[in-house]
């Protein structure tokens, strides 16, 4: 954990798992478990980039990984 990009890689992957359980566990689950996969390896593969210096493409990468995120598992945000 040595770069930025480390925790942000990190703090989203640690979201979208606690999504995955939270959404497994309904007795009707409106996801299919392959649907994870894309932003996990988004995560990755962003990271990777990130640390090799590559931000432009890390950046790109990650507001991809972040608009899956909320476009194919539609993840709404809380009512403040």
């Not at 894309?38 to 962003?46: L, S």
Request: with cysteine.
């Amino acid at each position: 954990m040595e770069t930025y990009w480390d925790w942000i890689t990190v703090i989203t992957f640690a979201g979208l798992a606690t999504l995955l359980l939270q959404r497994s566990s309904e007795e009707e689950p409106r996801d299919e478990l392959w649907q994870y996969a894309p932003p996990a390896i988004g995560c990755a593969v962003t990271n990777y980039f990130g640390n090799e210096g590559q931000h432009l493409i890390a950046g790109v990468l990650f507001i991809g990984v972040i608009s899956y995120i909320f476009l194919i598992l539609k993840v709404r945000l809380p009512k403040m």
